[in-house]
């Protein structure tokens, strides 16, 4: 599998990878076990996002091999109250003819070193239940089990639950947050 992923390069997303990331995204809500998202995505919402993001300093990467954008991944404020301005939650998104490449390892390992970078301390995710694969590449991260959320999404004519899923970022919560511009950042 080394050999798989070595020719894929995480970066920095771009507008121009708008339309690679939606059908990306379309295909796993349509039949994966992700968010139920019904509504076709909008390339203009998708863009005013993804400079949202970069502009509180969280992260949007794409995978890209051969020129082909073959995986995302980002990360948003887990709350937008002042006390939770230090916890971001993750999305991992892989093209499904590119499923267990090793790509969802690169974008997650990418993600974690910019977020932490970025002076987060923790990292959330919510991830389908029935998920084994995303559940076992954040395991692999470190993230551990933080709660069951029963029954709280409907698609496919079944209840589902959400597996939360948590890991620190840095020093986590061993220490206080410096007090610099990560305050100012998220309150602009």
């Not at 050999?3 to 997303?13: A, F, K, L, T």
Request: charged content about 25%; some cysteine; proline content about 6%.
């Amino acid at each position: 599998m080394l050999e798989q992923v070595r020719d894929i390069i995480v970066r920095p997303s771009t507008e121009e990878d708008v339309p690679a990331m939606i059908a990306i995204y379309t295909h796993h809500i349509q039949r994966g076990l992700g968010e139920v998202d019904f509504e076709p995505l909008d390339p203009k919402d998708i863009k005013s996002r993804r400079k949202n993001m970069l502009k509180h300093r969280l992260p949007h990467l794409a995978a890209e091999r051969d020129g082909v954008i073959v995986g995302y991944a980002y990360a948003v404020l887990f709350r937008k109250r002042p006390a939770y301005r230090y916890a971001v939650k993750n999305s991992i998104y892989v093209h499904p003819d590119h499923l267990h490449a090793g790509i969802g390892r690169k974008l997650m390992a990418a993600l974690i070193d910019a977020c932490t970078e970025a002076g987060y301390r923790q990292m959330i995710a919510y991830i389908d239940a029935a998920n084994g694969p995303s559940i076992s590449l954040h395991e692999a991260f470190g993230f551990e089990r933080a709660g069951l959320l029963k029954g709280v999404g409907y698609k496919y004519g079944r209840w589902t639950d959400s597996l939360l899923m948590q890991r620190a970022l840095g020093p986590g919560q061993a220490e206080p947050p410096p007090n610099r511009r990560a305050l100012r950042l998220w309150a602009e």
